[in-house]
């Protein structure tokens, strides 16, 4: 071992608090790696447990082509064959809504049912609902209903039994197999499951088998394990899918966990400079040195991958025991070793790539530095012409290729817009802008700095050091803060881009499910006669509104357009479309509310006149207001009754919107039988719960939010960890400072506010680069998108991430500096 | 010269600052140095001290005992008048604020800080302006005038000192601590640095306890305190190099 190497050595034996803190970063991005494998490994294993819709007794399963009720019967009769369950389904329609039919052993080990109330259906006619199916389509036991085949009379059905299926989809009936056939008009099997006898020939059964259903489109007859594994295999594939989701992310909080380990190294290396300096003045080469601070890296490395994967590790077998504690049965994950050396080694690894930027510009230092005193080390400002210059061109070519984007941002409606390309372009050009951010992030510091810091700045003494002492060591602040700005970026992205999708959806449902329910009839006929009057008097409903509704008109030069009369005033929901001018209420004879992109394409604007033509007549009416998207109910233009009328519509309504007039499931099941119940004589006449839909939007939309706020909260975990160890490896090696302050008689409790307020500097000025980063891509990525959705600036969202981000920021370093404000200002002056 | 005189009684209404029956005990049990072993002395106000005595005879401790930067095992450290001994560190702080001034022999600013920042910084803190005709005579006096701008590291090593030197006399404290000001420094610069604390403790009044290895250093003092082993082991009046000189050596012969 070179003599360099082993000072190296026996300084980090010396000070093992600092290598732990180099390395925390990379800890925990090896914790997050590994922890992420395991975590694969237990959802897995737990879905191929439990996943599966095949029951383990089945033997046999007959599937994907031609089976026939004859089929099934020879079957059942064959020697070995103990049972053989037919799984089939019709789809029924009925007065009470579609149902889907299927068939089911009702007991036995074949079934998948569990009948809690009455009786499995035996005979002909004869079916058991499921609890929601109940709820919903008010078929208890004992009712009737009639399910409308293809071709010739409906089939009487009865419901028998209320049973729990598998999964409870809300409109599911079991009925004997016989019913099912009727209904679907066909004699067509989906699949048989084979139960074999105790002591059966499973080969000769098989073979069996195959001879009786051999023909044109033979099914497959595979075995029942085969079966449940490939199903188990097809939901672990959307596991699979997921994992690959968060693999991204979790590359995205390793290369961060890369810039936080780079920056605390080059953190340790400037403070190291004077031991360096000696080192070189006694002769120590360069080459000699940037090998021995490249070990330290490796090493620190290596204590830190296995620290990591060990943790994880700890987490992920102490998990399952504690969820079954909790009535939650998961799997243990295994051990997998190829895994772990690979995570440890990849800890390795960016350790290196982390540590050999600092430790090649170390070992440049000149031996003279020595002799200086340490008043001039570590302080070093700005940067240098090379990295200027590669900062500079990076900018540029992010500012190029987003502007290219912009140029490229597609019209209304276009088509063969290549939405794919464009968003790669996007991301691509935030990258760039984000490697720009890290050369130039010395110089950006300041002017940010002496915005951000003029309030603490005039707030006295404290401040004003706080402000100084990040102001005075740009190239720390910016490598903390950037790590901090990667973390803003991504959140203040997700948040922009979810709100705009929010307002999006928002406009979509409310434009195309204004109300709770809806009824029309088939496309151009018009609601019977008295349907409206008797809706209004339901007491279950409330707000109840009719519309008249035409399509095939031109409004402008836009053809194929739909017309309404949806009255804004009637629909109280509608006030909350976004318009771009105008309100939805201005809407009045000769004034109608226009879809956004039809203005867009003639050119209109609020208050200019457009023409609506229909069956030969038009009318001219003024715009009152120019929406976001498109106007209600899937319409272009909006247009007071009287102006519709005077196109030659009917006066009769075509469709019927109402609301339930009590909150929740319940109020909304009262409301749904009362419209069907209103509309039970004409059967033409389709009842539509917008409310699910729109539950359902609303839902989806919410879950990938947190998924996504999930998955970059691993970043911003990181880039917390960084700034804590930042904060404290920066407080730990400037001790002297400390002293020094303390000894001019600053007290206990100043210095310590004076260090947590740096730190929460840190994150103000990475939670303003961030912001300043993330709100345009994020706006360009929603553009670029082509789904016209709106730009929106989520405020208050933004201003609590910021606002929590720089507690965190401010709270990662309020251990070290309270370590810091305790040391004695003599042993502080001491340190060296 | 030499006087083997008792030392100046703690409570002479003459001392800016006093030691009386000083304890100083580093670690416990067989490691355990007695750093400072019953030292009395006092030092006069408006004049300038030098403390001389082998390397590990206590003079730092002794020092930072004094200044409020440490606290002593047992005995009195009286502040013009006030016991430090058993304040909090709360008052100590205070007291170091705005009634003591420091220059270290190293690391004596904050690398951050332009010169003018880091002469204002004990002011700043105590949150008090600076006197602004007496600021400014100091700058003039001690020829920073053009430097004020400039970072420490664009400063070289006397010019440094001379920063610490106005940081410690611009808030006019009761005294002034000077732990080897002069032993970074080469003889010119060092000699300017001495002939400006002689300076102020003569046109200013200002008190000046100075630590120091070199008799040229300590002959710029109105008086020379000794110490061997952590015990008084002498003084001597208006210090000349031969006299200082002569003392050490007899102070090295005797151990
Ligand atoms: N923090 C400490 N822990 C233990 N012993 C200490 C400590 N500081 C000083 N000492 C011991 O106390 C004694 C006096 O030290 P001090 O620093 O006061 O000496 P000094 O007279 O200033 O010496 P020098 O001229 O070399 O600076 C020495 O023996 C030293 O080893
Ligand atoms: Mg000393």
Same mark, same amino acid.
Request: hydrophobic share 45%; charged share 15%; net charge negative.
């Given at each position: ?196 006898d105790g002591g059966a020939d499973a080969g000769a059964v098989r073979e069996r088998i195959v001879a009786q259903v051999a023909g044109e489109a033979a099914p497959e007859v595979a075995g029942g394990a085969e079966v449940r594994l490939s199903e188990a295999r097809e939901a672990a594939a959307e596991i699979d899918q997921l994992f690959i989701v968060v693999r991204v992310f979790v590359a995205v909080a390793v290369a961060a966990a890369v810039l936080i380990a780079a920056s605390t190294f080059r953190i340790v290396f400037a403070q190291r400079m004077r031991q360096l300096a000696l080192l070189r003045a006694v002769g120590a080469g360069r080459g000699a040195l940037a090998r021995a601070l490249a070990a330290e890296g490796a090493l620190t490395g290596l204590v830190a991958g296995v620290t990591g994967v060990l943790a994880a590790l700890a987490v992920g077998h102490l998990i399952p025991p504690l969820l079954s504690a909790f009535g939650v049965a998961v799997s243990r994950p295994g051990f997998p070793l190829v895994q772990a050396a690979g995570t440890v080694l990849l800890a390795v690894l960016i350790t290196i790539v982390a540590v050999l930027a600092p430790a090649l510009s170390a070992a440049r230092v000149a031996p003279l530095e020595a002799l200086r005193s340490a008043a001039t080390t570590g302080a070093r400002q700005g940067i240098g012409v090379l990295r200027a210059i590669t900062g500079l061109l990076l900018a540029a070519a992010a500012a190029g290729i987003a502007a290219l ?428 | ?85 058993? +304040?909090?560190?709360?008052? &100590?702080? $205070? =007291?170091?604020?705005? !009634?003591?001034?420091? @220059? #270290? ?54 010019? +440094?000192?001379?920063?610490? &030197?106005? $940081? =410690?006399?611009?808030? !006019?404290?009761?005294? @002034? #601590? ?78």
């Open positions: 071992m070179s003599v360099v190497l082993r000072t190296q050595l026996v300084g980090v034996a010396k000070r093992p608090s600092r290598l732990l803190l180099t390395g925390l970063a990379v800890l925990v991005a090896s914790f997050v790696v590994y922890a992420t494998v395991l975590a694969q490994q237990i959802t897995e294993r737990s879905v191929l447990n439990g996943l599966s819709g095949t029951p383990e007794t089945v033997d046999l399963v007959v599937q994907n082509g031609e089976i026939t009720t004859g089929d099934l019967t020879a079957i059942g009769k064959m020697p070995g064959v103990a049972e053989a369950a037919v799984r089939t389904e019709a789809y029924a329609r009925t007065p009470a809504g579609d149902l889907i039919v299927a068939t089911d052993p009702g007991s036995g080990p074949l079934s998948t049912v569990e009948v809690t109330e009455g009786r499995f259906p035996t005979a002909p006619g004869e079916i058991a609902v499921t609890p929601r199916t109940v709820e919903r389509m008010g078929l208890g036991i004992g009712a009737t209903t009639a399910a409308q085949p293809a071709e010739g009379k409906p089939v009487p059905l009865t419901v028998v039994g209320v049973l729990t299926p598998r999964e409870d989809i809300g409109f599911l009936a079991y009925a004997p197999l016989s019913t099912v056939v009727q209904i679907n008009g066909f004699d067509q099997l989906d699949r048989v499951d084979v139960r074999f984007v912009t140029i490229n941002l597609p019209g209304p409606q276009e088509q063969d817009y290549d939405a794919e390309t464009m968003m790669l372009a996007v991301v691509g050009s935030g990258l760039l802008a984000y490697l720009a951010l890290i050369a130039l992030g010395p110089v950006l510091v300041r002017p940010v700095l002496t915005i951000a810091g003029w309030p603490l700045r005039r707030s006295g003494p404290v401040g004003r050091l706080a402000v100084g002492g990040v102001g005075g060591s740009s190239r720390r602040a910016a490598a903390v803060s950037v790590v901090v700005a990667l973390g803003v970026t991504l959140i203040a992205g997700v948040l922009v881009g979810g709100d705009s999708i929010r307002v999006l959806s928002e406009r979509e449902t409310v434009a195309a499910a204004p109300t709770d329910f809806e009824v029309r009839g088939p496309n151009g006929s018009t609601l019977p006669a008295g349907v409206a009057e008797r809706a209004a008097q339901s007491a279950d409903l409330s707000r109840v509104a009719t519309y008249r509704w035409i399509g095939g008109a031109q409004v402008g030069t836009f053809t194929e357009a739909a017309v309404t009369d949806v009255s804004a005033k009637a629909v109280p929901r509608l006030a909350e479309l976004d318009t771009s001018a105008g309100a939805l209420t201005d809407v009045a004879p000769g004034r109608a509310a226009i879809a956004g992109y039809v203005a867009e394409m003639d050119g209109l604007t609020l208050g200019d006149p457009v023409t609506v033509r229909s069956n030969g007549k038009e009318v001219r009416v003024t715009i009152a207001a120019v929406l976001g998207g498109e106007a209600p109910l899937h319409s272009q233009i909006l247009l007071d009754p009287a102006d519709l009328t005077a196109l030659g519509v009917a006066a009769a309504p075509t469709g019927l919107l109402a609301d339930a007039a009590q909150s929740g499931e319940d109020g909304r099941t009262k409301g749904l039988r009362a419209l069907r119940t209103v509309a039970a004589a004409q059967p033409d006449l389709g009842v539509n719960v917008l409310a699910d839909q729109r539950d359902q939007i609303t839902e989806a939309l919410g879950v990938l939010m947190v998924i996504a706020l999930a998955l970059i909260g691993l970043t911003v975990l990181i880039a917390i960890v960084g700034v804590g160890s930042t904060t404290a490896l920066s407080v730990v090696e400037r001790v002297r400072e400390s002293g020094l302050l303390r000894a001019v008689g600053m007290s206990r409790g100043a210095l310590h506010g004076m260090l947590t307020t740096e730190s929460a500097l840190y994150g103000v000025i990475g939670a303003v680069l961030g912001l300043l980063l993330g709100v345009p891509y994020a706006w360009l990525a929603v553009s670029a998108i082509g789904l016209e959705a709106p730009l929106t600036l989520p405020g208050w969202q933004l201003a609590a991430v910021f606002g929590i981000l720089v507690a965190l920021t401010a709270l990662a370093g309020v251990l070290p500096a309270r370590r810091a404000a305790r040391v004695s200002p003599v042993t502080a002056l001491g340190a060296d | 010269m030499q006087t083997q005189s008792s030392p100046v009684a703690g409570r002479d209404s003459l001392a800016a600052v006093a030691a009386v029956d000083l304890v100083k005990v580093y670690g416990a049990g067989d490691t355990a140095v007695r750093a400072l072993d019953g030292v009395t002395v006092g030092f006069e106000r408006g004049r300038f001290t030098a403390i001389m005595g082998p390397s590990g005879s206590g003079k730092s401790t002794l020092m930072h005992c004094l200044a409020g930067l440490d606290t002593a095992t047992s005995g009195q450290v009286l502040l013009g008048g006030t016991d430090l001994t058993s +304040q909090p560190d709360r008052v &100590l702080t $205070r =007291a170091r604020r705005e !009634r003591i001034g420091f @220059v #270290f022999q190293s690391f004596n600013l904050l690398p951050q800080l332009t010169a003018a920042a880091n002469i204002t910084l004990p002011l700043d803190l105590a949150g008090r302006k600076p006197d602004a005709e007496f600021h400014d005579r100091l700058i003039t006096t001690l020829g920073l005038a053009g430097r004020l701008g400039h970072l420490p590291a664009e400063l070289s090593g006397g010019q +440094q000192q001379r920063v610490a &030197l106005a $940081r =410690a006399l611009v808030s !006019r404290p009761e005294v @002034v #601590f000077a732990d080897e000001p002069t032993g970074n420094l080469d003889s010119r610069s060092g000699a300017e640095v001495l002939g400006l604390l002689r300076d102020s403790a003569h046109d200013l009044g200002q008190t000046i306890v100075m630590v120091t290895h070199d008799p040229v250093a300590a002959a710029y003092a109105d008086r020379v305190v000794l110490l061997a082993d952590g015990q008084l082991a002498g003084e001597i009046h208006a210090p000349d190099v031969a006299a200082v000189t002569e003392s050490l050596r007899n102070l090295a012969a005797g151990r």
